[in-house]
């Protein structure tokens, strides 16, 4: 029986993890079924007649006839390519004939804004006395400016 379903995957050109994602079974079922190690169980089997309809009963339980039903033949999806042909078609292009409109250019204005004052402020007499930089690693430093320092 692993024969005649080798031969419908050979029929599709399809790999044995695709035949089993087609039929919705897991790959290491299918995997088991293709080595000899399982039969395949009618579950297997129904789903296999459910997905490929053209493939007979009667081949694929006893190997009796013809692969393929009388009168069916393997039905071929379009593939995207063959789906979009182009198909040229020469389009009579007609000339546009748009009005002449005038634009007149925009006035530029300019807001005229009074002199701002800048206001100075003293410093106030605070002076640095401590600056600390505490590290990731729970460690810090400590500066302090000299005291006898004059600006």
Request: hydrophobic share 30%; charged share 30%; glycine share 4%.
């Amino acid at each position: 029986m692993k024969d005649r379903i080798l031969r419908i995957m050979e029929h599709e050109g399809i790999s044995p993890s695709k035949f089993a994602e087609e039929i919705g079974i897991q790959r290491s079922a299918m995997s088991h079924i293709i080595s000899g190690r399982n039969n395949p169980s009618l579950d297997v089997l129904t789903k296999i007649m459910q997905r490929f309809t053209y493939v007979d009963t009667d081949w694929l339980l006893f190997g009796k006839g013809a692969m393929v039903k009388n009168g069916i033949t393997k039905i071929e999806e379009p593939d995207l390519f063959r789906e979009n042909e182009i198909n040229p078609t020469i389009v009579q292009v007609e000339p546009e004939y748009r009005k002449h409109t005038e634009f007149s250019k925009p006035e530029i204005t300019t807001k005229n804004t009074g002199i701002e004052q800048i206001k100075y402020e003293e410093r106030s007499s605070k002076n640095v006395s401590k600056i600390m930089i505490f590290y990731s690693d729970n460690t810090f430093e400590t500066f302090t400016p000299e005291k006898n320092k004059k600006e």
